[in-house]
């Protein structure tokens, strides 16, 4: 992964939140503040535009550009939990930037936004769709497979971890205080955390 390749992540991204945008904010009405989509929309219109200026010269810098943009811009509770991944990432991720070296970043940034939520699997949160992904990740590096083929494994283990919260009843988060009425609802972080996974694997596929 170059730094070409890390933005055109943020603006595939970007394209599937706005696409997705009012589902988003309808699953997060659901059991939230109903604020979900719009609210990761504009901070990622933000990093689009902070990329854009100032344009930087490695995937960390690129990383953790987006990460501080996000907990800058974005209210809510989406923005310190999503720059918080990719500032992580971007602190720790390693040059030259090989699979293994990105699923070790990426497994880094999972830890910063479970420490910060104080989430686990099973809490019905964004960590339900980016654990499993983290793990698919680390299965791949582990079994020697392609980097196009590891990053579409990660996406599906993410798709498959954010269907997995609706039958949970949610542990954190304004979705805890539903109690069983949590029950039935997708996560939305969960939701939007397989779309990011859905843009990597996508601009991976095609810078194939």
Same mark, same amino acid.
């Given at each position: 992964?170059?730094?070409?390749?890390?933005?055109?992540?943020?603006?595939e991204a970007a394209r599937l939140v706005h696409r997705d945008r009012d589902r988003l904010t309808r699953l997060d009405a659901e059991i939230g503040d109903g604020d979900h989509g719009t609210?990761?929309?504009?901070?990622?219109?933000?990093?689009?535009?902070?990329?854009?200026?100032?344009? =930087?010269?490695? =995937?960390?810098?690129?990383?953790?550009?987006?990460?501080?943009?996000?907990?800058?811009?974005?209210?809510?509770?989406?923005?310190?939990?999503?720059?918080?991944?990719?500032?992580?990432?971007?602190?720790?991720?390693?040059? =030259?930037?090989?699979?293994?070296?990105?699923?070790?970043?990426?497994?880094?940034?999972?830890?910063?936004?479970?420490?910060?939520?104080?989430?686990?699997?099973?809490?019905?949160t964004m960590v339900d769709a980016l654990a499993p992904a983290s793990r698919a990740l680390a299965l791949a590096v582990r079994d020697g497979v392609g980097v196009r083929e590891a990053i579409?494994?990660?996406?599906?283990?993410?798709?498959?971890?954010?269907?997995?919260?609706?039958?949970?009843?949610?542990?954190?988060?304004?979705?805890?205080?539903?109690?069983?009425?949590?029950?039935?609802?997708?996560? =939305?972080?969960?939701?939007?955390?397989?779309?990011?996974?859905?843009?990597?694997?996508?601009?991976?596929?095609?810078?194939?």
């Open positions: 992964m170059n730094a070409s390749l890390c933005v055109a992540w943020f603006e609210n990761l929309d504009r901070g990622l219109t933000e990093v689009r535009k902070a990329l854009a200026e100032s344009p =930087p010269g490695s =995937p960390a810098e690129v990383l953790t550009l987006a990460g501080t943009t996000l907990i800058r811009r974005v209210g809510g509770a989406s923005g310190p939990l999503y720059g918080s991944v990719f500032r992580q990432m971007g602190k720790t991720l390693q040059s =030259p930037v090989t699979l293994a070296a990105f699923s070790a970043a990426f497994e880094e940034g999972v830890v910063a936004v479970e420490r910060l939520g104080k989430a686990a699997l099973g809490d019905k579409e494994q990660a996406a599906r283990a993410a798709a498959e971890g954010a269907e997995a919260t609706i039958p949970m009843r949610a542990r954190k988060g304004r979705a805890s205080y539903l109690g069983e009425r949590s029950v039935g609802h997708m996560d =939305p972080g969960a939701a939007s955390s397989a779309l990011f996974m859905e843009a990597l694997a996508t601009v991976v596929r095609e810078a194939a």
